[in-house]
């Protein structure tokens, strides 16, 4: 059985790495958390400062450095660049796979495992995210182990029968402990946070028997908090506490106040999670309602209790956070295809049925991606004929953009068109390992096929003509500034080199008006949306030099 499982997590590991690893680098980071950590990554380097991070070398205290000191491990191995910025996600994603598959075969057997690996691999959101450049894919399987391994310790001190449990349980306490601290180091305290909670809910449900008591409980704190040590107690040691101070009160106001404009309705990720996470989402809703599967182990049922309470920790914590942000609730993916893989599971054992609403949910949602990947290369050919559609000049000015479209983007959703219909007929025939390869097989296939078709093109539209602009002055000793918008790309994609005035002064908005209209020693450029230009054309010495699909800049030249 272990040559089994070690053979096929050699080839989950292979396949992971053919569709997460390759075309990393096929497309600019996208501001703004892509071009920011990957900046910070870069400045690391400069600064050679490997405890503080650092953005527009002045102290950032938004993100701890561990995500940051994998981005530099690659960067030095491949150079800076978006393969180097995005590469450690992907060898996330291939310990993900791993781990679900190991996992799945420690709960129930070779055969969950594959389904829970798959069901996860070939749903859409949690693909993609592994080809990013953005925190949380690390930050998510530290919470995810730390949790596993918690469970485990409770399930060994209780004295869970039927599952086999070699370690002590004070070894899987620590390893918890030490998990979620890796988690704190990757993103801050929220990992603790969810953790906790989710802790503090089985608590609850279990009528407040401490199934866990102080002392244990301290010991995994500890353990989390010895991790953590690594960064919070070095830096506060070598710098004092203010940099500790201005991260924590961060985290508060991460949670207190709408993050730089990204504000949504209630149910923002309810929705993001019934159409990002397709086709897990729609099988997992069936989890929610009476399964009943006799003679079932209890750390079974127990295993799935922790599943749902964590599915809810999440979504509700992050749907009352007033920021929204589509991957805030990413950390659901693991119940999520976990209760989805239940339902796929228990259906191959025909004690759930493949019913009416599973594939009105699946037309439906697949309908929404297929419709968008046929109608854009067809409007693409013309995108200016959408501009009555949009109220935003900016927005128009963006679709004046020169994208070649030659129509085979179509392919994708062609595709995803006839793995729905495959895919349902299969189950419909109770062919289940075929309707489970053909659906989620089928849909990884597509998301890499929409990413090598769509995402250059859609990035032609949204940023490629500032990036163009930022590229061209890498050589030029000058000054740029934004006006009306934030950005991170200049900074990584003209190479800054630190300035010292700028530092110096130590506010962003001092700098700006300096550059606007103090005694300048170097030319400056102030980019700027098309819609905000007004604000700028009174400024006395500004020349408009640059104007592209929705940015303009001005340039004012160094005073002699």
């Given at each position: 059985?272990?040559?089994?499982?070690?053979?096929?997590?050699?080839?989950?590991?292979?396949?992971?790495?053919?569709?997460?690893?390759?075309?990393?680098?096929?497309?600019?980071?996208?501001?703004?958390?892509?071009?920011?950590?990957?900046?910070?990554?870069?400045?690391?380097m400069?600064?050679?400062?490997?405890?503080?991070?650092?953005?527009?070398?002045?102290?950032?205290?938004?993100?701890?450095?561990?995500?940051?000191?994998?981005?530099?491990?690659?960067?030095?191995?491949?150079?800076?660049?978006?393969?180097?910025?995005?590469?450690?996600?992907?060898?996330?994603?291939?310990?993900?796979?791993?781990?679900?598959?190991?996992?799945?075969?420690?709960?129930?057997?070779?055969?969950?495992?594959l389904?829970?690996?798959?069901?996860?691999?070939?749903?859409?959101?949690?693909?993609?995210?592994?080809?990013?450049?953005?925190?949380?894919?690390?930050?998510?399987?530290?919470?995810?182990?730390?949790?596993?391994?918690?469970?485990?310790?409770?399930?060994?001190?209780?004295?869970?029968?039927?599952?086999?449990?070699?370690?002590?349980?004070?070894?899987?306490?620590?390893?918890?402990?030490?998990?979620?601290?890796?988690?704190?180091?990757?993103?801050?305290?929220?990992?603790?946070?969810?953790?906790?909670?989710?802790?503090?809910?089985?608590?609850?449900?279990?009528?407040?028997?401490?199934?866990?008591?102080?002392?244990?409980?301290?010991?995994?704190?500890?353990a989390?908090?010895?991790?953590t040590?690594?960064w919070?107690?070095?830096?506060?040691?070598?710098?004092?506490?203010?940099?500790?101070?201005?991260?924590?009160?961060?985290?508060?106001?991460?949670?207190?106040?709408?993050?730089?404009?990204?504000?949504?309705?209630?149910?923002?990720?309810?929705a993001?999670?019934?159409?990002?996470c397709?086709?897990?989402?729609?099988?997992?809703?069936?989890?929610f309602?009476?399964?009943?599967v006799?003679?079932?182990?209890?750390?079974?049922?127990?295993?799935?209790?922790?599943?749902?309470?964590?599915?809810?920790?999440?979504?509700?914590?992050?749907?009352?956070?007033?920021?929204?942000?589509?991957?805030?609730?990413?950390?659901?993916?693991?119940?999520?295809t976990?209760?989805?893989?239940?339902?796929?599971?228990?259906?191959?054992?025909?004690k759930?049925?493949f019913?009416?609403?599973?594939?009105?949910?699946?037309?439906?949602?697949?309908?929404?991606?297929i419709?968008?990947?046929?109608?854009?290369?067809?409007?693409?050919?013309?995108?200016?004929?959408l501009?009555?559609?949009?109220?935003?000049?900016?927005?128009?000015?963006?679709?004046?953009?020169?994208?070649?479209?030659?129509?085979?983007?179509?392919?994708?959703?062609?595709?995803?068109?006839?793995?729905?219909?495959?895919?349902?007929?299969?189950f419909?025939?109770?062919?289940?390992?075929?309707?489970?390869?053909?659906?989620?097989?089928?849909?990884?296939?597509?998301?890499?096929?929409?990413?090598?078709?769509?995402?250059?093109?859609?990035?032609?539209?949204?940023?490629?003509?500032?990036?163009?602009?930022?590229?061209?002055?890498?050589?030029?000793?000058?000054?740029?500034?934004?006006?009306?918008?934030?950005?991170?790309?200049d900074?990584?994609?003209?190479?800054?080199?630190?300035?010292?005035?700028?530092?110096?002064?130590?506010?962003?908005?001092?700098?700006?008006?300096?550059?606007?209209?103090?005694?300048?020693?170097?030319?400056?450029?102030?980019?700027?949306?098309?819609?905000?230009?007004?604000?700028?054309?009174?400024?006395?010495?500004?020349?408009?030099?640059?104007?592209?699909?929705?940015?303009?800049?001005?340039?004012?030249?160094?005073?002699?």
């Amino acid at each position: 059985m272990q040559n089994e499982q070690l053979k096929y997590s050699l080839i989950i590991a292979l396949i992971g790495a053919l569709f997460y690893i390759p075309f990393l680098g096929g497309v600019h980071l996208f501001d703004w958390d892509e071009v920011n950590f990957a900046e910070i990554t870069r400045e690391m380097m400069i600064n050679k400062q490997y405890f503080r991070v650092y953005i527009n070398f002045m102290p950032f205290w938004e993100k701890p450095p561990f995500f940051f000191w994998m981005q530099l491990l690659a960067m030095k191995a491949f150079g800076v660049g978006e393969f180097a910025a995005r590469l450690p996600n992907a060898l996330y994603g291939v310990a993900t796979l791993v781990l679900l598959y190991n996992i799945g075969c420690k709960l129930y057997n070779h055969r969950f495992g594959l389904i829970w690996t798959l069901t996860y691999f070939g749903s859409i959101l949690p693909f993609l995210y592994f080809k990013s450049g953005i925190i949380d894919p690390v930050f998510n399987f530290f919470i995810f182990l730390g949790l596993y391994l918690f469970i485990l310790f409770y399930w060994k001190k209780d004295g869970f029968e039927q599952i086999e449990l070699k370690k002590s349980k004070w070894t899987y306490l620590i390893l918890a402990g030490l998990a979620v601290g890796l988690g704190i180091l990757t993103k801050g305290q929220v990992a603790y946070l969810i953790a906790i909670l989710t802790m503090f809910v089985y608590w609850v449900y279990q009528r407040f028997r401490f199934y866990v008591n102080v002392p244990q409980f301290l010991l995994f704190t500890i353990a989390a908090a010895a991790v953590t040590f690594t960064w919070y107690g070095l830096e506060y040691m070598q710098n004092g506490p203010w940099f500790i101070n201005e991260f924590n009160k961060y985290q508060y106001r991460l949670f207190s106040t709408p993050d730089a404009g990204h504000k949504g309705f209630p149910g923002y990720h309810f929705a993001v999670l019934l159409v990002g996470c397709f086709p897990a989402s729609i099988f997992a809703i069936r989890s929610f309602f009476p399964i009943k599967v006799e003679g079932e182990a209890a750390y079974l049922k127990d295993f799935r209790l922790w599943m749902k309470f964590l599915f809810w920790v999440v979504l509700i914590l992050f749907t009352i956070v007033r920021s929204k942000i589509v991957h805030y609730s990413s950390m659901c993916y693991f119940p999520l295809t976990y209760l989805a893989a239940f339902v796929l599971y228990n259906m191959m054992e025909g004690k759930v049925q493949f019913n009416n609403w599973m594939r009105g949910g699946l037309i439906g949602v697949a309908s929404l991606y297929i419709l968008v990947t046929i109608a854009m290369p067809i409007l693409g050919q013309d995108a200016t004929r959408l501009a009555p559609l949009f109220d935003d000049p900016f927005a128009v000015g963006n679709l004046e953009a020169q994208v070649n479209w030659t129509g085979w983007e179509v392919i994708p959703g062609i595709l995803l068109l006839a793995i729905l219909i495959v895919g349902i007929r299969a189950f419909n025939r109770r062919q289940w390992p075929k309707g489970l390869g053909v659906l989620f097989g089928g849909t990884a296939i597509f998301v890499m096929l929409t990413l090598i078709f769509y995402i250059k093109r859609i990035e032609g539209y949204s940023q490629r003509a500032a990036i163009e602009f930022f590229e061209s002055k890498k050589e030029e000793d000058c000054y740029i500034v934004s006006h009306g918008y934030k950005t991170y790309a200049d900074l990584f994609y003209r190479k800054k080199q630190p300035v010292e005035k700028e530092i110096e002064m130590g506010d962003k908005e001092a700098w700006k008006q300096y550059c606007l209209s103090g005694p300048i020693d170097k030319d400056v450029y102030v980019i700027t949306k098309i819609h905000r230009v007004p604000e700028l054309t009174p400024i006395e010495g500004l020349e408009e030099v640059y104007n592209k699909n929705g940015f303009v800049v001005f340039k004012r030249e160094r005073i002699q």
